[in-house]
């Protein structure tokens, strides 16, 4: 592919792709706008945030696989397109239930692009540089995590919240035309039956886990004996599913393993910084909601700098000595957090929140590349299905650490445990020869 067209590549998708984060945080800014607006209180009004959360990682998975049987592109496509439709819904609502029909289906259009766009990237970006193009893609996803409030507060003073909706419209419309256009065609696998029933069952496990996790009113024992009732038969029906939704012999192969392991880890200590810092500092340290602001801010930008840094780190000394880099700076931050509580200039706290940046970004590109390389290029759509909701898991235990947690140094004392473990399981990422992988991944990939 000539260098101008696989840049046009590029930045076909990442137009499009990078929309997906930013509308799951950026609407968060507008919550109180919306409540306002369509006459609701906060809590109902923050079923449009948890929504999209559920969508978007019940579906991953599953629409990876859709790519992987009927083609990336075209999926990919579908998924813009339903993004962008899903988007003017969401302008036109008038009432709460249908905003957060809108946001579902906003969010089912993300579940189906994003798996996708890194398979396109799988078959269309020479391997040496794949560490760095998806250290491209951490880069623009971290930027607009880090100025999503900020552009947020700016355009609902401005225009009110629906012009957070309203700035989909022109980056999806580009990113499907040019996407349209330029995306490699290439055929597709023969069509087989999709595993329905292990669809079904990995939504309800899913849905289950993510409320459980974010609404603790709906932790009891039925809930909890429905989530161990509905793993336990997903796991028979995968085993005895010819062409099953996951492929558990894909966890055979060490570095598909450990890639996965990694981003759920990293982001079990990216989330639970994010989350719990706000708290410990106003709360405890009583700082000025600004201060906290552009401190956060201070984290997103290096955590999305050091991820295009981190890329190309992969490529040049190994995506092993990357991540395993990655839980060092991240071990180190999460004993510094500790120190938060004696020490706690700003120029101190400042310092804490650019390691702790460092550490969440330098390592995520180097995952994701593993995860991809692991596996036959044919199983790429399900490949990165299952990264995005490992990513999503580590979300999950992260905001449950927070909720149950009172004291916030035993959260610390786990962060550092997690970096711990995160050396060991950098290891596997070890590919000496190169051919033992490629091959493994041939065999699954049938």
């Not at 900020?150 to 012009?163: Q, V």
């Not at 995968?238 to 392991?261: D, G, H, W, Y």
């Amino acid at each position: 592919m000539a260098g101008s067209r696989q840049g046009l590549l590029l930045f076909a998708i990442l137009t499009g792709t990078f929309l997906v984060p930013v509308n799951s945080t950026m609407i968060a800014v507008g919550l109180p706008s919306i409540a306002d607006s369509l006459q609701s209180d906060l809590i109902h009004a923050s079923w449009v945030v948890t929504i999209y959360l559920i969508v978007m990682t019940t579906f991953q998975p599953i629409a990876g696989k859709l790519g992987d049987l009927y083609g990336n592109r075209q999926t990919f496509l579908l998924g813009l397109l339903l993004f962008l439709i899903a988007s003017l819904g969401c302008i036109a609502a008038d009432g709460l239930l249908g905003l957060s029909v809108f946001r579902a289906l906003q969010a089912l259009g993300g579940a189906l692009a994003s798996p996708n766009a890194s398979a396109i990237l799988r078959f269309a970006i020479p391997k040496e540089q794949m560490g760095r193009t998806f250290g491209l893609f951490g880069l623009s996803m971290g930027l607009g995590a880090a100025i999503d409030p900020l552009i947020g507060s700016f355009l609902i003073s401005a225009w009110g919240w629906t012009s957070i909706f309203w700035i989909n419209i022109p980056f999806a419309s580009l990113s499907f035309v040019l996407s349209f256009l330029v995306l490699p065609k290439r055929e597709s696998r023969p069509a087989s039956a999709v595993d329905v029933p292990g669809s079904i069952l990995l939504a309800i496990g899913l849905v289950t886990l993510i409320l459980l996790s974010t609404h603790a009113e709906y932790a009891n024992v039925w809930t909890s004996g429905l989530l161990l009732l509905v793993i336990l038969l997903f796991v028979l029906q995968e085993r005895r599913c010819k062409v099953p939704l996951i492929q558990f012999e894909l966890f055979r192969i060490r570095m598909f393993t450990s890639a996965n392991l990694s981003i759920l880890l990293a982001n079990a200590i990216m989330y639970s910084t994010i989350l719990v810092m706000p708290i410990l500092l106003q709360r405890d340290l009583h700082l000025p909601i600004e201060t906290i602001g552009w401190l956060l801010f201070a984290f997103s930008l290096c955590m999305s700098l050091c991820s295009w840094v981190g890329g190309y780190l992969s490529d040049r000394i190994g995506r092993d000595k990357t991540v395993l880099f990655s839980f060092l700076i991240s071990g180190l931050a999460a004993a510094a957090y500790l120190g938060i509580y004696p020490y706690h200039s700003v120029s101190y706290l400042c310092l804490v929140f650019i390691i702790g940046g460092i550490g969440s970004g330098i390592g995520t590109a180097a995952m994701q590349t593993a995860s991809l390389q692991a596996v036959a290029k044919e199983l790429a759509g399900i490949a990165s299905g299952i990264f995005l909701t490992f990513r999503y898991i580590g979300g999950m235990i992260a905001s449950v650490l927070v909720s149950l947690l009172v004291d916030y140094r035993l959260l610390f004392y786990m962060l550092i445990g997690f970096a711990i473990l995160g050396i060991p399981v950098s290891l596997g990422l070890l590919d000496p020869t190169g051919r033992q992988v490629r091959r493994e991944g041939q065999d699954i990939g049938g």
